[in-house]
């Protein structure tokens, strides 16, 4: 059974970098895309960007001049960055995998605050 | 902003069924983009329900079914049970966006 579980910082202040980790177990991480998906309190699901192992990416335009997605298949985990946060950055943080299409297996979801 | 558009709000008795549209355009639904649905209950993650618009994922009840037409799709829940109450999501690819793009959400209360 696939299993993802996102870690990293919970409090980010305003104008730093978010940075998330997304730890991948029972699958190989070269196999498909991954993804990272966010949902702001109260409100619906934003794609954020996604990775194969190759390092190819497709960001959300939207989001596309801050954000970083890379990989590391000798940890079996792959990374988001995301600079310059603002409030409106504040969100779940959910990683996934991408199969044809669909997203069919996530991570419980990391809340990130940005505050000063 | 989300580029597929859903009701915010259905509700039924148990037992009864109700629909979810899901509305998009020639550059997502409409260019023969497959649709997935997702269910979320309140504090937890996404679980997905339908993919490729029409199949059921492992485990689904056969009481959730898709279907899509032209720049749409919709979502049936028949025999509407209590547990079914949450927020469903469609969820698509968009060409002219060149990205994965979800719907506005649909909260599914059962009266």
């Known amino acids: 059974q696939v299993q993802l579980q996102e870690s990293g910082p919970g409090l980010v202040k305003p104008s730093e970098t978010l940075s998330l980790t997304c730890l991948v177990s029972?699958?190989?991480?070269?196999?498909?895309?991954w993804t990272w998906i966010r949902q702001p309190p109260g409100k619906g699901l934003e794609y954020v960007g996604d990775?194969?192992?190759?390092?190819?990416?497709n960001y959300n335009p939207s989001l596309k001049s801050r954000v970083s997605i890379s990989v590391d298949m000798s940890k079996d985990h792959f990374s988001l960055n995301l600079s310059s946060v603002t409030a409106a950055d504040t969100a779940v943080y959910y990683c996934?995998?991408?199969?044809?299409?669909?997203?069919?297996?996530w991570g419980p979801g990391a809340l990130v605050t940005v505050s000063s | 902003q989300s580029v597929l558009t859903q009701p915010p709000s259905v509700s039924g008795a148990p037992g009864q069924r109700v629909t979810i549209s899901c509305t998009g355009s020639?550059?997502?639904?409409?260019?023969?983009?497959?649709v997935n649905w997702y269910q979320q209950v309140p504090g937890a993650a996404p679980k997905i329900l339908i993919y490729?618009?029409?199949d059921r994922s492992s485990g689904v009840p056969d009481r959730f079914s898709g279907s899509k037409s032209g720049t749409s799709a919709s979502l049936a829940i028949t025999g509407l049970q209590a547990e079914d109450e949450g927020d469903y999501y469609c969820?698509?690819?968009?060409?002219?966006?060149?990205?994965?793009?979800f719907g506005t959400g649909t909260k599914v209360t059962v009266l």
């Open positions: 029972g699958d190989s991480i070269s196999s498909y895309y």
């Open positions: 996934a995998r991408v199969n044809r299409g669909a997203f069919d297996f």
């Open positions: 490729g618009s029409t």
């Open positions: 020639n550059s997502n639904i409409g260019a023969a983009y497959d």
């Open positions: 990775i194969f192992y190759t390092g190819s990416t």
């Open positions: 969820q698509s690819y968009d060409s002219s966006l060149s990205g994965y793009v």
